[in-house]
């Protein structure tokens, strides 16, 4: 088990940013690929950006490239997702996970842990 939490969320005017944190327990971090995703109201989960193992590859996905950068710190078992241009349509709950496998994994079924999410409300 590895028990992740997330932190960050809150309620942002359209253009603004926010930095959003996920904790994991345990001392086996660099033991697992990262990932992002979010669920806006009425809709399915879906992917948002993925780290590897290592740090060394990311990848986001098309809507929120260039405006999102997720990034980890392996001294303090924490993964960021730093949002800054942001849009109304990016309001949803954002969920962190985490994976044993490798490389860069963008399907929600790959990864093995959940955190339990974090509300991001941007107001236009």
């Known amino acids: 088990q590895v028990p992740l939490v997330e932190s960050g969320g809150g309620l942002v005017q359209a253009g603004g940013s926010l930095r959003l944190s996920c904790a994991a327990s345990?001392?086996?971090?660099?033991?697992?690929?990262m990932g992002w995703f979010r669920q806006a109201p009425g809709k399915e989960r879906e992917f948002v950006a993925a780290?590897?193992?290592?740090?060394?590859?990311?990848y986001a996905t098309d809507s929120v490239k260039g405006r999102f950068t997720i990034s980890r710190d392996g001294a303090k078992n924490t993964v960021y997702l730093q949002m800054s241009s942001l849009k109304p349509e990016d309001t949803a709950v954002y969920f962190c996970?985490?994976?044993?496998?490798?490389?860069?994994?963008?399907?929600?079924?790959?990864?093995?842990?959940w955190g339990q999410g974090t509300q991001v409300t941007v107001s236009s």
């Open positions: 345990g001392r086996t971090f660099s033991n697992y690929a």
């Open positions: 996970a985490a994976s044993l496998r490798f490389g860069i994994l963008r399907a929600q079924v790959e990864y093995d842990y």
């Open positions: 780290i590897s193992r290592s740090g060394a590859r990311t």
